[in-house]
């Protein structure tokens, strides 16, 4: 189920074969002032996705990677209804599609801060990626409070601010049928709802969300699947 073409895998930030953690796996130096979102969509009617799940919480490890799992549904007609899929995932998969000019969605699909994206099954060295990125801190700033997002910064153009909720930490799962059936899956901070809190074009502005853990807010150009120029997180 991947891609039959992945000419951007040379380019994105990703990892070599899974090892006992990270660190070992990225030598560079990590730049938390600005992290690479990596949303990686799964589904559990897909034999290659449990090794995508397990290297993107690999790459969680990094205190610069903001992670987080979707899970899809469009494979469910092969046997097993994914137990944690929701429509709304489906079309924010398929709107990176269309963002990014590629004509999936297919499964595991990981999307690096809006800009490129590629499998998650066999992932390639990125120490020199890492190296190479841009570490400029995104321009625009984002606080979690109590009851509220505040997106800040100066900006000519709009931008969307959505807030993706999601379970901390691991969670697992074991399909019933399908190609995984009796394997459990592991998911990396599975998201269970996102929202679009509004749009925002410079200033400070303050959004009504509550959200006391589980929560990324990402703030991305022009639509809510545009490159991301500022995120939080709050686990």
Not at 95 to 107: D, I, Q, V, W
Not at 153 to 162: H, P
């Amino acid at each position: 189920m991947n891609s039959p073409t992945l000419s951007l895998i040379a380019l994105v930030l990703v990892l070599g074969t899974p090892v006992a953690g990270a660190q070992r796996a990225i030598a560079a130096a990590e730049h938390p002032s600005r992290p690479v979102v990596i949303e990686l969509f799964s589904s559990q009617s897909c034999g290659n996705c449990p090794v995508a799940n397990e290297n993107v919480a690999l790459l969680a490890q990094r205190s610069d990677v903001v992670a987080m799992t979707y899970p899809v549904g469009y494979w469910d007609y092969l046997g097993w209804d994914d137990t944690f899929a929701k429509p709304e995932f489906t079309a924010r998969q398929k709107e990176y599609n269309r963002a990014l000019k590629h004509r999936g969605p297919y499964t595991p699909q990981i999307v690096y801060s809006g800009r490129l994206h590629g499998s998650g099954t066999k992932l390639q060295p990125i120490g020199e990626k890492f190296e190479t990125r841009d570490l400029t801190p995104y321009p625009v700033k984002v606080a979690i409070g109590a009851d509220e997002v505040t997106v800040s910064g100066e900006r000519d153009v709009a931008a969307t601010v959505t807030l993706v909720r999601f379970r901390p930490g691991m969670t697992s799962v074991t399909p019933g049928a399908g190609a995984n059936r009796g394997k459990p899956m592991k998911y990396y901070n599975l998201v269970t709802s996102i929202q679009k809190l509004g749009d925002w074009k410079g200033g400070v502005v303050s959004f009504k969300a509550t959200c006391d853990h589980g929560c990324t807010v990402l703030v991305q150009d022009a639509s809510a699947t545009g490159h991301v120029v500022g995120v939080a997180e709050k686990r």
